[in-house]
């Protein structure tokens, strides 16, 4: 059997919808008559299809994907795909109907049982895939902990709010514990252990211990690291410490990942394009940047700055959500061959794609700074972010029609 193509189209149909709804949220502070549902059903309904629908299952195709040859589950991976489709589909229409209310709860906590599916589907057929390292595998081990530690913060939510602390700190945190195990964990470790094994399938060699050991204080980092994302809350000197453990620790092991990689970087030439080299050291320099943006966080008095500053959380996210990780994903699309990098479609697609992403940025933390020095404010700043945003969907439809062509 040979690996369906649909699982490219739907994954890029939640691309797609996630920045038509980005879209959609920009029109209000431009066009009055865009507001026709309330903001934040379309920003929930947005958040939503952005980590439960496009990142989440295009970690799951691309797992498929590299593993597909060795699978012997193949009928069983579709059907978590068409369970993908249908669950989130009907939760992001449930979000734009009445927001954070009973429809969106039942379909959330129905998606979390499918990413159990997903965690326990990935684990059984881990032990088919043969030659893949120790250090892989600890990888692909960690991302699943990781994901299945993400799901805590959601289920805790319910118990937070029935005993009447919605409006606590600790429904605040609850939130920032899911994100930071879904990006700093979840998407993190599965995008990297997919990039080194598919480094290891074309024979390109690296230190074996080096990317070991960055695994470990990586992993080992992870846990105090989460006490960065609310030093907005006096969690006392403990936490302070445990904050700044944590963020310096991951520093180290990505800066020592990468300089493990890098020594390899002479063998990539026959494996990858020109463009191909440069998207992936893009996403090795955000992926860098968005590290050291986070030693901001360890200034005394500098962290409730930064939270009480949406365009900062906004720009952060982005960074992390459009700039790491969606560019790692579309780089490993096209290197596995589920997007062709020969057309000039998928290269013109992602350098419109990037453009509206460096714009967007720009204007976000630019908006900032000048908010905390003498006030200022960018002319035009809501008509330059929707324009922004209007780049980034003109590039993902340029990535998806060559998906379409080359399956007619």
């Not at 059997?1 to 739907?10: G, L, S």
């Amino acid at each position: 059997m040979a690996f369906p193509t649909k699982f490219t189209h739907i994954s890029l149909f939640f691309l797609t919808i996630t920045a038509l709804s980005g879209i959609w949220m920009r029109l209000y502070f431009v066009a009055p008559n865009a507001q026709t549902l309330p903001f934040e059903h379309i920003l929930h309904g947005h958040s939503h299809m952005a980590i439960l629908g496009w990142t989440f299952l295009a970690m799951f195709v691309l797992y498929v994907k590299l593993t597909w040859e060795s699978m012997p589950k193949k009928k069983h991976a579709i059907a978590i795909l068409y369970t993908i489709l249908v669950v989130t589909l009907m939760m992001f229409i449930a979000f734009l109907y009445e927001g954070y209310a009973t429809y969106s709860i039942i379909l959330s906590v129905i998606h979390i049982f499918v990413e159990y599916w997903v965690i326990i589907f990935i684990w059984i057929t881990l032990k088919y895939i043969p030659h893949m390292t120790r250090t892989l595998r600890l990888f692909m081990y960690a991302s699943l902990l990781s994901l299945f530690l993400s799901t805590l913060g959601p289920f805790s939510l319910g118990a937070i709010a029935a005993n009447g602390l919605r409006e606590s700190p600790l429904f605040e945190m609850a939130i920032y514990f899911y994100l930071h195990f879904q990006y700093n964990g979840w998407l993190f470790f599965m995008l990297i252990g997919l990039f080194l094994f598919f480094l290891q399938k074309n024979k390109i060699t690296y230190n074996e211990k080096w990317i070991q050991c960055s695994f470990w204080i990586y992993f080992i980092s992870l846990f105090p690291a989460y006490f960065s994302a609310i030093l907005w809350y006096d969690i006392g000197i403990g936490g302070y410490i445990a904050a700044f453990i944590g963020v310096i620790g991951q520093c180290i092991a990505i800066l020592l990942l990468i300089g493990t990689i890098f020594p390899a970087y002479h063998s990539f030439h026959a494996l990858f394009s020109k463009h191909m080299k440069i998207s992936y050291i893009f996403v090795a320099f955000i992926l860098l940047m968005k590290q050291f943006l986070e030693f901001g966080l360890l200034i005394p008095g500098f962290s409730s700055l930064i939270y009480e500053t949406r365009s900062v959380i906004i720009g952060y996210l982005h960074l992390t959500l459009l700039g790491f990780i969606t560019m790692f994903i579309l780089n490993l699309y096209q290197s596995t061959q589920l997007l062709d990098e020969t057309k000039k479609r998928v290269t013109y697609g992602i350098a419109i794609f990037l453009g509206g992403f460096v714009v967007q940025e720009v204007i976000l933390f630019c908006s900032a700074l000048f908010a905390w020095t003498n006030g200022w404010i960018i002319p035009y700043q809501n008509e330059l972010l929707l324009s922004a945003t209007i780049l980034l969907l003109v590039g993902i439809c340029s990535i998806w029609t060559t998906v379409c062509k080359q399956t007619k």
